[in-house]
């Protein structure tokens, strides 16, 4: 009993990792399956190289905007094919890390549950951090410093990255006031791109029902029914 649960509870650990499994265990294990695409997702997935060669000029932001718009107003029977396509894949997914529970020997789960737990974060993260950039999150805006880093490191053509910053840095310490003002006010800009970006990305998001992806505030002013934000 003791191992069957020990066995179900590897199950449940591999399907929230999005079926990882470690190196080690490749002779064992030979292939996994990558956890299914939701069923908007799959759409956007779908649509996105369309929109992109119609549009080529155009950001991603945009991108997703117009395929947002175009999935509200998919008709409900069209839906449900991208919805049973990704239930489909669900269940063969299960039934295949399924299978690939019975080959772990014992003392293959006690390790493969110590790798899952370490990698567990990271892979997450990762998936989650791929999946943003497929939905066009918009990019965090940069600093001053980091703006002036990123127009002077191309100026510099000779020595390491590491030599390059370096020398980088001690110019912008010697830099004046009034010169590190350009890079200030043109992180000012940045922000405010980032702010008005996110505000309407989020309520893409928002539209298609992916409240996971909302910030605190936005998740808890949408729940309560405040539009400004």
């Known amino acids: 009993m003791f191992q069957s649960y020990r066995k179900q509870l590897t199950l449940s650990l591999i399907l929230q990792c999005f079926a990882y499994v470690p190196r080690c265990f490749s002779s ?23 929109f992109k060669a119609q549009n080529p ?16 107003e998919l008709p409900d029977s069209e839906k ?22 019975e ?30 950039t497929m939905l066009g999150k918009p990019k ?44 200030i006010q043109l992180a000012n800009d940045d922000k405010i791109r980032y702010y008005n970006e996110m505000k309407s990305w989020e309520e893409q998001m928002l539209e298609v029902g992916r409240n996971d992806l909302l910030r605190r505030t936005v998740k808890h002013q949408a729940k309560n029914g405040i539009e400004e934000y």
Not at 87 to 92: G, H, I, K, M, V
């Open 103 to 132: 080959q772990l020997t014992p003392s293959q789960i006690v390790s493969l549950e110590k790798e899952i737990q370490q990698k567990r974060l990271k892979k997450k993260a990762l998936i989650k951090k791929r999946e943003l």
């Open 57 to 72: 000029d155009a950001k991603n932001s945009e991108l997703i905007r117009k395929i947002a718009q175009l999935w509200r």
């Open 28 to 50: 064992t294990v030979n292939s996994y399956p990558k956890k299914p695409l939701t069923s908007y997702v799959r759409f956007s997935k779908e649509q996105l190289p369309i």
């Open 140 to 183: 965090r805006p940069r600093s001053a410093y980091n703006i002036y880093i990123a127009e002077r490191f191309q100026e510099h053509k000779d020595g390491t990255s590491q030599v390059k910053l370096k020398t980088i840095n001690e110019n912008w310490k010697n830099l004046s006031s009034s010169q590190k003002q350009v890079y």
């Open 80 to 101: 449900k094919i991208y919805e049973d396509a990704y239930r489909a894949d669900w269940q063969a997914y299960k039934e295949e890390i399924n299978r690939i529970q």
